[in-house]
């Protein structure tokens, strides 16, 4: 039995959006050097939100220049006064965790429930998390009187915007660093309602600047001189780039990249539960998740009675409005994704593999697409070896664990897997053969401050999360 839900929106109101943003450099607003601005729209309505301002080569030099000036105090505090500063950010993002939820998913598209319920808590908690070791890093195991680096360059990417710039910045302060950080370009809004958190919880001037921009804002930012560690979160090509950058100078670089992960069912697992892990796995945030389970490896002898399961499952998902409490898929990001996830589908089936998707209406403004499933897949297709990067599951089959092995291995990725077995011994034997930095077992998608996060091989290097991620900040 299905029902029928009536509309749950949440309101915009909470949400007071300025015609126009500045960029954030030395504790103020201000204009880009050349007054130049761009429009930031909502990708479910493709409505106009906000413009905001370009960063040229000039604000990112002006920015740079403001944290070096800001770390030499900064750095002197002690670790207890600036985990006042982060914990007072943390309670701030927590005391306006609804304007930052509604703005998360007008912004970016993605449901209100996941923002809400999701999200917010985890910026909140890793602020929270960071603060706890600020007075703490001679503990921290790399040994006594561990110095901060001085200036972090931080690039983030779309798909969890509040979310990554508490992952970069919250360890960035935390070990004495200050910060210059460029939003990605679809998706600036919060980062800039962060940087009024910052100006209400005191935070000194100049310790975190925010620069919003295209591409060329990230790379010249990369590229300048005085910045002593990049953090960067994006696709593997753009890593690949910067990589290229910074070689053969002294900066200090973690680069979290792209993912193909094979979530893995054997035949004895729960396999309700499995379908759910597999659900959130790749339709979670509209499947812009790095770390999204996008290949399905299934036992053969399970495999029809699983995608019956799966099937039904997805067809009670509903796909609309992000800001409806009832959504689980949103919109997709940008006209420019939607276009690469439709190219690989297409590509998918003209390479013979077998598309399904739900009876789907979907909206007639916006960027939207039907939860898909692809069987019939093979290792040599595209959409079984690119990252898609949106809510398309491509299914493969295996017999015996080694193959599984086999098949989840084959791929240049290395950043997340889920295995669903009952034996905790298949499921450890399995976990110490899969070259992945991140591995679930029955469950897929849980995240918490305390544990570290990335990857192998061309999911880059590097580790945000725990105490693993103070060491990419400290000079030891």
């Known amino acids: 039995m299905t029902f ?42 493709e409505e106009v939100l906000s413009e905001v301002a370009q960063a ?57 429930r996941e923002s809400r319920d999701a999200d917010l808590p985890l910026v909140a908690a890793h602020f929270f998390y960071y603060a706890g070791w600020a007075d703490k890093l001679d503990h921290a195991g790399y040994g006594p009187n561990p110095r901060p680096l001085g200036v972090a360059g931080q690039v983030i990417p779309w798909n969890f915007p509040l979310l990554m710039l508490a992952w970069k910045i919250a360890p960035a302060l935390a070990t004495g660093n200050t910060v210059v950080l460029k939003p990605a370009e679809t998706t600036p809004l919060s980062a800039l309602f962060f940087a009024d958190i910052c100006r209400q919880a005191g935070l000194p ?21 005085d910045v002593d560690k990049v953090a960067f979160t994006g696709s593997t090509e753009v890593g690949k780039a910067i990589a290229r950058t910074v070689a053969g100078t002294d900066k200090k670089v973690t680069l979290e990249l ?6 893995i069912v054997f035949d004895d697992a729960p396999l309700d539960q499995a379908v759910e892990g597999i659900v959130n796995g790749i339709f979670f945030n ?41 959504t689980d898929i949103g919109a997709i990001n940008s006209a420019e994704q939607l276009a690469r996830i439709t190219e690989l589908a297409d590509a998918g089936e003209a390479e013979g593999a077998e598309r399904w ?10 960027y939207w697409f039907a939860p898909t499933l692809f069987t019939g897949v093979t290792q ?11 809510p398309v599951l491509s299914v493969l089959t295996f017999r015996t664990p080694a193959e599984a092995v086999e098949k989840a291995n084959n791929t240049p990725y290395g950043l ?42 061309e999911s880059g290097y590097g580790r945000e999360g725990g105490r693993h991620g103070l060491e990419a900040y400290l000079n030891v």
């Open 205 to 225: 001037k100049g310790v975190v600047n925010i620069l919003t921009g295209d591409g060329s804002t990230g790379a010249a930012l990369v590229a300048h001189p």
């Open 56 to 112: 040229t080569a000039d604000d990112v030099d002006r920015a740079v220049q403001a944290a070096r000036k800001a770390f030499e105090k900064w750095s002197a505090l002690p670790g207890a006064e600036r985990a006042k500063y982060l914990f007072r950010i943390a309670r701030i993002i927590q005391e306006r965790s609804r304007e930052l939820a509604v703005l998360e998913s007008l912004d970016n598209g993605k449901p209100i």
């Open 258 to 263: 792209g993912g193909k992960a094979a979530n």
């Open 416 to 457: 997340s897997a889920g295995i669903w077995t009952e034996k905790g011994s298949r499921s450890l034997w399995m976990a110490n053969k899969l070259r992945a930095g991140v591995i679930w077992s029955n469950t897929f998608n849980k995240f918490d401050p305390a544990s570290p996060f990335g990857g192998y091989q």
């Open 4 to 45: 029928d839900y009536a509309p749950a929106p949440e309101s915009r109101a909470v949400v007071d959006l300025a015609p126009s943003y500045g960029l954030f450099v030395d504790g103020e607003f201000a204009p880009a050097s050349d007054g130049k601005v761009f429009k930031t729209v909502s990708p479910s309505s």
């Open 357 to 366: 998707a739900p009876s789907c209406e979907l909206p007639s403004a916006g």
């Open 380 to 390: 040599a297709h595209r959409i079984a070896r690119e990252e898609i990067f949106g």
């Open 286 to 326: 509209q499947g812009h998740v790095c770390c999204a389970g996008s290949r399905l490896l299934v036992q053969e002898s399970v495999q029809d009675e699983l995608l019956d399961a799966l099937k039904r499952r997805m067809q009670t998902l509903r796909v609309g409005d992000p800001l409806d409490k009832n």
